[in-house]
Each structure stands twice: as C-alpha cells, then as structure tokens.
C-alpha cells in the first residue's frame, strides 16, 4: 500500500472488496483516483440504466458540488467523498426524508466511532458546533424510474490548516483519524440500514425516523437564522419536525415550515 505525499495511505479496494456481505448487500463499490464530482459521475451513470447499490468513491474531488451551488476541494485521501445510487420503491411523497435520513445515518456511524456528533437541519453533520461533513441530494429522472443519488463530504484527515472555513472541522481535529477504509464500510452500513428500514417499514418506519432523527439533530431548541431561497430571512427558534421532514420555527407567535433554507445557529450571548 503507498501513501501520498502527506503520508495519507489509500483506500484499500481488497479490503472493501471483501467487506462481509451483510452489512454491504447489494452495494458495488467502486474507488477512482481522482474525479470532479462523484455525484456527476453516479448522475451519469443513473441516466445510463446503474442498479441501485452503485458506489463510487473519489480519492481526490477537486469539484464538489454543496447545497446553494458551493464547490469545494479536499486535500487528496484526507476525506471520504463518495456517491450512492438509490431507486427507491416508497412514494415519491416521501422522498424529502431521504437527505435528512443520510444525514442521520452518518451521524449514527460517527457515534458508533466514539465522536459526539450531531445533525444540523437538514443534514449537515456537526461535531461540536463544526461542520464535519456535507450530504447533497440529487433526484434524476431515468428510463427505469426516477432515481435519487447521495452525496456525502466527510472531513476524515485534514488538518486545521487544511479545513477550507473555521466553521468547519475534521476527525483528526475533534481527536483521532480512523481507518478511512473501515470507517468507509460503517458509514455505507449505516446508509443501507437505514434506508432499507425506511423503504420496507412504512408509515411506521416513517416515524420512527422521525423520533430518531429528531433525537438527533442539534437544531432543534436553538435560535437559528433561516436564509431562505427567495432571499428573505427567518429568525426565531426551531421546535420541531413536520411529518414531511420540513423544519418548524416559531417566530413572533407564529409557526412557518421551511422545506428549505441555509440555517444558521445563534450562539446565546
């Protein structure tokens, strides 16, 4: 196994190739050296007839694509940067609960790892206050069906001087860089379990994402400023989840769902 030049070893492909299938059933992995956007590639690969299940992790993304149209570049093998198809059979009514699900499932396999992470609505996921990893979400239609593809950015070996914004953060600044290989199969476990019980379990499934996720996110209680797409701002404090994933702020004796937003928390004085 080689390193980079930072000491940064690879991904190791024997390994993920023989991950125990129980925890990765029906996942296909694939690792690329470099690419622009792994979202772009599965995307394509979408459009093309992929089965649900395809992977594909980049090394190096020198084109990351975020929420609100942010681009980003990590360092080479100091992340974990990949994409996972998914065609889901649930109604299409439901598919707003997929980003927050993802973002749920990372956060579950960080705490696994021993990290006290948390979820930011809808689906950054935090360490303390910091950002410690990003989910995009894309829905693409193709001749199989619509198709639903995520995107995740997980900061794994940066160091502080290599974090891009000081809101962000990685796991070797919050205390420990672990394997990125074994970290990878945890976090792609928790994905498919998570997304499995969801497809599977129905109206009930539903709601217990939503007591789990809830239970999760850090938001909730806080006084946050919602940027929202139309260029208005919202303030006041966030209480709650609706049953369409939407999150509830209340404000001068008022309550407004927000379906989408950059939410910022307000630090108490």
């Keep these: 196994m080689t390193t980079d030049p930072a000491g940064r070893p690879p991904l190791d492909a024997a390994r993920l190739a023989a991950a125990d299938p129980d925890l990765l059933p029906g996942l296909t992995v694939e690792v690329v050296d470099e690419a622009a956007s792994t979202n772009a590639l599965v995307l394509d690969r979408a ?11 980049a090394e190096h993304q020198t084109a990351g694509r975020g929420r609100l149209d942010r681009t980003w570049e990590t360092p080479a093998r100091s992340a974990l940067t990949f994409s ?22 990372v956060d579950k396999a960080l705490k696994a790892e021993g990290f006290e992470a ?22 693409v239609e193709t001749d199989a069906g619509p198709a639903a593809v995520v995107g995740v950015g997980l900061n794994v070996g ?33 994905l498919w379990e998570s997304y499995t ?13 939503a007591e789990s996720y809830a239970a999760a996110c850090a938001t909730l209680g806080r006084q946050v400023r919602v940027d ?8 006041g404090t966030a209480t709650g989840i609706d049953p369409s994933g939407r999150l509830l702020v209340d404000h001068d004796g008022e309550s407004t769902a927000v379906s989408a937003g950059d939410v910022v928390h307000v630090r108490s004085e």
Excluded: C, F, H
């Design 47 to 57: 459009r093309s007839g992929a089965a649900e299940g395809l992977v594909v992790v």
């Design 84 to 105: 996972l198809l998914l065609r889901p059979s649930a109604p299409l009514r439901s598919w707003p609960w997929l980003p927050l699900l993802a973002g749920y499932a």
């Design 118 to 139: 948390s979820v930011k609505w809808p689906n950054d996921v935090l360490i303390g206050d910091r950002k410690v990893a990003g989910i995009l979400l894309e829905q």
């Design 158 to 190: 940066m160091t502080a001087e290599e974090l891009p914004v000081p809101e962000a953060t990685s796991l070797a600044v919050a205390g420990d860089v672990p394997d990125r290989t074994a970290l990878l199969v945890s976090v792609l476990a928790s």
């Design 197 to 209: 019980a969801w497809q599977v379990g129905g109206d009930l499934a539903g709601m217990r994402l």
């Design 228 to 235: 929202l797409p139309s260029g208005d701002v919202l303030t």
